[in-house]
């Protein structure tokens, strides 16, 4: 089956309608310009940055990366729900960037994971080989202290040990089977860590925005929930380890060191 990517980096807004730590210097570049050129390493696709600030985006145009603007007040609504993904923002960047359908697949990378090794993006496409998966996302092994972080979604799967991920030692693909938060302790099966990258076929994404949340997705607040409960089957890959985020300063200072 062939695809045609189109990865989209989303620059996001805090609390407070100001831009994050994007520009924030991580070893002499700016951290979203050190996130792009990880995406941009993978050779999956093309690649957009949708950005909200000029200056964000001049300092990525400096780095050769394509950019459009987008102003959050005029996103669509179709419901007063959004994603932490920020789905919906991405359908409306892809529309209004590909409005004749030129990528089937769409992948949503974070800006914040400047260490994001480009062989996770490539190993989503694995996830993605069966006509029958509608969404792609990704999950590494699980501590003990993760298990009961409820900030942290972890998911089951039911794994095809046949699949491999060959551009990934040790990976493999599987089905989710659930998403959970507080997971039972009784629970009789092997849970991983959600890592909340995702690359959805074109449709899906359409289908996904433009229908409500479910009442599982509300309860527990993983918005992956959706997906399962509206009979789209969604497929993970197993990876080594979740890719750093920053989130706070005292990452910037780890990130840097």
Known sequence: MILNPLIIIPS?????????KQLADVNG???????YKRVKQS???????????DEVAEAL?????YTVKTNPDDLPRNHNYKTESGAERIQATVNRFDRFYTHDLIINVHE??????PKYIRALMYALADREVGMATMACPLTEDELINPQLV???ANWNEARKVYVLKNSKVGTVKNFYRFPSLSLDQTLYRHIPIYAYKRATLDK???SPPTDRELEENIEGLRILDLGIRMDVCLVDRAPFQVVSEADLEQIRN
Request: glycine share 12%; with cysteine.
């Open 12 to 20: 996001q807004l805090n609390e407070s309608g100001e831009p994050k």
């Open 29 to 35: 570049q700016a951290m979203v310009v050190q996130s």
């Open 43 to 53: 050779g999956i696709g093309s690649v957009i940055v949708d950005c909200v600030n």
């Open 61 to 65: 145009g400096e780095a050769g990366a």
């Open 112 to 117: 914040d994971m400047p260490t994001l090794e």
């Open 154 to 156: 972890k998911i089951s």
């Open 208 to 210: 996904f925005v433009n």
